[in-house]
């Protein structure tokens, strides 16, 4: 019996695509993040905000836009040992956000 070697890089599975760029930066209460990743319902946050299971608000848009869109979540995760959090969008007009395709190239880190 042969066994197939198990790929480097592990299937994604989730319904709904991440990316990384552009760069959100992400407000809640006096605190900002930087997400790590993103898509349509939810984010990957540097830092740790709020404890698992709470509602936040917030606002979220690309770093010096200027623009900056609200939105409620739900902190869904929070892991101390990297120091990220991961919280889910509660309202679908995020799925509205509109990105000009240069968005990406003049952000600054």
């Known amino acids: 019996m042969t066994i197939a070697p198990k790929s480097l890089f592990a299937a994604e599975r989730r319904r709904e695509r991440r990316y990384a760029l552009p760069i959100l930066e992400i407000s809640i209460g006096s605190e900002r993040f930087r997400a790590v990743n993103w898509s349509m319902h939810g984010a990957l946050l540097y830092g740790i905000c709020e404890g698992v299971g709470v509602r936040v608000r917030g606002e979220m848009g690309v770093p010096g836009s200027g623009e900056a869109m609200p939105f409620a979540a739900t902190v869904v995760r929070a892991d101390l040992d990297s120091g990220n959090s991961a919280i889910c969008f509660e309202d679908p007009r995020t799925e509205r956000i509109e990105f000009h395709p240069h968005a ?5 880190q």
Do not use: D
């Open 104 to 108: 990406g190239a003049t952000l600054r």
